[in-house]
């Protein structure tokens, strides 16, 4: 059973502008974490974000979260070519996670 | 560093094989798991270990099998694979210091990438 839906599916930018992309939930959640996937390869963990935090920065990574709206936003801020990749969105309150579908962002150079 | 292996790449096989994907960790994680990922499926969890003999499984199950004798190692096992098999396989461990909130950090293992023809 899939938690989240990332939205968009994907999307494409130019470096240096930045790219927001987005994830639903259905149920309730201690904390959502976001991972990035480059091309055939492993994911590796970008955040945590807790359910009694808001807002959470991590170089030039931002993520929200919105209980209330079972909802959580990554931004990525001055995107550069190295950030093209998948990016999930991963709930689970105890040692399992269930990732989202995903959102697959390009960024042209 | 955490390392997370997966035994190959890259595998192609025939339909009605006994296939073996293997994992192994180094950092001594309790908690195993096994996913597939399919376009526009996202990651599924097949079956997980929260220790050495010990099995769950996940959201798809069926056709898999695992096997975890040593602590390092998880094994997923097609018992005779089917053409709906191909897919990316993805190994991933985590524990034993939960993140705040309660929740783990998994760290993957590259993927092995299976055709079954």
């Known amino acids: 059973s899939q938690q989240g839906e990332e939205d968009p599916q994907a999307l494409s930018i130019q470096e240096g502008e930045n790219a927001t992309m987005n994830c639903s939930y259905k149920?309730?959640?201690?904390?959502l974490q976001w991972y990035r996937q480059n091309s055939g390869r492993g994911l590796v963990h970008l955040i945590l974000?807790?359910?009694?935090?808001r807002e959470k920065h991590s170089g030039r990574l931002r993520v929200t979260l919105d209980t209330s709206k079972k909802s959580s936003s990554l931004l990525i801020t001055a995107s550069r070519a190295a950030d093209t990749a998948s990016y999930f969105c991963?709930?689970?309150?105890?040692?399992?996670?269930?990732f989202g579908t995903g959102t697959r962002l390009q960024v042209f150079p | 560093d955490v390392k997370v292996t997966q035994s190959s790449r890259y595998l192609v096989k025939r339909t009605g094989e006994k296939v073996f994907l293997e994992c192994v960790q180094d950092?001594?994680?309790?908690?195993m798991f096994w996913y597939r990922q399919d376009p526009g499926l996202g990651l599924r969890l097949i079956y997980f270990s929260y220790d050495v003999k010990m099995k769950e499984k996940g959201d798809i199950p069926e056709g898999y099998s695992v096997s975890r004798e040593k602590k390092e190692r998880f094994s997923l096992i097609l018992e005779s694979a089917s053409t709906n098999q191909t897919s990316m396989y993805l190994c991933a461990s985590s524990g034993p210091v939960p993140l705040a909130g309660g929740s783990y950090e998994q760290y993957f293992g590259p993927g092995t990438r299976l055709t079954v023809t």
């Open positions: 991963a709930t689970g309150n105890t040692d399992k996670l269930i």
């Open positions: 974000i807790r359910s009694n935090e």
């Open positions: 950092m001594d994680h309790e908690n």
């Open positions: 149920t309730s959640i201690n904390n």
